[in-house]
């Protein structure tokens, strides 16, 4: 889950009331229906809380687990930096993705304007509540094919992307909002 594989329904749900990258983990037992709260973060899967369910509402408690997550959120540099300082003492050098494989700025961009483009399309399915198969069939392609634009592998020709985007609903000029920065892929209009 933390490379970016979800749970879809009917075993987990996003949880956006409670904060982004937040899901229930549903399960049913013999007498009762349980419930797992959990905030994916880049270092961690943090289980915000375990409960039965008994109505349809989530618990208020539940929700209020932000604070939590606020927490997690501001200590992430601390515990990065150090992190970082154990490495580099062990005699580890420590550097970005773009460090490792020796992209240029331009590479770099260009890889992220990928990843941004896959995150709106697969939001964007989402938001709709089609499956893989359902915008395959809409744009003419496969289900493999679709699955693959939604991890931003590299096969996956930026023109087809594109119209995916346009078939999704997504305009000209939000797109190029996308590639200039001012729109994020998780907060794009449905």
């Known amino acids: 889950m933390q490379k970016g594989d979800l749970l879809d329904m009917p ?3 996003s949880m956006p009331s409670i904060g982004a990258n937040c899901h229930e983990l549903r399960i049913n037992d013999k007498s009762k229906t349980w419930r797992i709260a959990y905030f994916i973060d880049k270092d961690a899967i943090v289980i915000l809380e375990v409960f039965a369910k008994k109505t349809q509402k989530t618990p208020t408690e539940v929700i209020d687990r932000r604070a939590k997550i606020t927490v997690i ?11 970082r300082k154990q490495l580099e003492e062990k005699g580890f050098r420590v550097g970005s993705a773009a460090d490792f494989l020796a992209l240029s700025p331009e590479e770099e961009t260009y890889i992220e304007i990928r990843l941004e483009i896959s995150e709106l399309i697969k939001s964007q399915r989402r938001k709709r509540s089609w499956t893989q198969e359902q915008l395959a069939r809409a744009i003419g392609s496969s289900q493999s094919r679709v699955a693959k634009m ?5 096969s996956t ?3 087809l992307m594109i119209k995916t985007l346009l078939r999704l609903g997504i305009s000209k000029n939000q797109i190029g909002n996308l590639l200039t920065g001012n729109l994020k892929p998780d907060l794009g209009p449905a």
């Open 150 to 154: 939604e991890t931003g592998e590299q």
């Open 73 to 83: 959120q501001k200590m992430r540099p601390i515990m990065e930096h150090q992190k």
């Open 11 to 13: 075993i987990s749900r």
């Open 157 to 159: 020709s930026l023109d």
